[in-house]
């Protein structure tokens, strides 16, 4: 079991360009979640999948964000016309059950810097 | 409102002092509770959860949590802290109740001095 892997590790990016983010977890977990974490706060909850249905989208942070999960396994974050605000770590995790309360297992983040 | 606080932002203990880390809930009900720990370029990784039961929880790497109604309260201790338990740690809750997510604390820095 490799765990949940993100790419990429670093994104550096100029404002108003999107950015696409990738995350794999690990194989036959149901329910994947996004989260933004910002200096100083915890992980801040964003969406989340189970399989590839989208079922909770009202907490992503505005109609720039946008998830996708086409297959049920890998999903990706795209961000459009970033801004500074943005800067942050995008982290993901997925569990094996279907509840949010199953233990959820987080990848080590993509670190998204907007100059 | 309902909230979950770590009221200390950093915290330095001696390598085999005693540690322990504090969270505070605001729920109307008691929601489900958990600890995480963050280490550098690491995932969070969960250490115990809190459902029912017995209010003294057995974690991984010797953390162990009381939960405390009467305190709103869910502790976070360690009777021997190790050098490699530097990391940030996050109280999180999950409001009972169907498709709620969970909501992290802003985290408690742990730094372990020789």
């Known amino acids: 079991d490799t765990g949940v892997s993100q790419d990429p590790r670093h994104k550096i990016t100029k404002r108003g360009q999107n950015v696409t983010f990738r995350c794999d977890p690990i194989?036959?977990?149901?329910?994947l979640y996004w989260y933004r974490q910002t200096l100083g706060q915890g992980p801040e909850f964003l969406t989340y999948?189970?399989?590839?249905?989208?079922?909770?989208k009202s907490r992503l942070l505005s109609d720039r964000f946008s998830a996708e999960r086409p297959k049920g396994s890998f999903s990706t974050l795209e961000i459009q016309r970033t801004e500074q605000g943005d800067s942050a770590m995008y982290l993901c995790?997925?569990?094996?059950?279907?509840?949010?309360?199953?233990?959820?297992?987080f990848g080590p983040g993509t670190r998204l810097t907007v100059l | 409102a309902q909230s979950v606080t770590q009221p200390d932002i950093h915290i330095t203990v001696s390598e085999g002092a005693s540690l322990e880390l504090r969270c505070n809930y605001s729920?109307?009900?008691?929601?489900?509770l958990f600890w995480y720990v963050q280490s550098p370029g690491q995932g969070l990784q969960l250490l115990l959860k809190?459902?029912?039961?017995?209010?003294l929880v057995q974690g991984i790497k010797g953390f162990e949590a009381e939960f405390k109604r009467s305190q709103s309260s869910f502790n976070l201790r360690k009777p021997s802290v190790h050098w490699s338990d530097a990391a940030e740690y996050f109280c999180?809750?999950?409001?009972?109740?169907?498709?709620?997510?969970?909501?992290f604390g802003k985290g408690t820095t742990l730094s372990v001095s020789s």
């Open positions: 999948f189970q399989n590839e249905a989208q079922l909770e």
């Open positions: 999180a809750v999950a409001p009972r109740g169907a498709g709620t997510a969970l909501i």
């Open positions: 729920y109307g009900a008691t929601p489900y």
């Open positions: 995790a997925s569990s094996l059950g279907t509840e949010f309360t199953d233990t959820q297992y």
């Open positions: 194989s036959e977990h149901n329910r």
């Open positions: 809190y459902f029912s039961g017995d209010t």
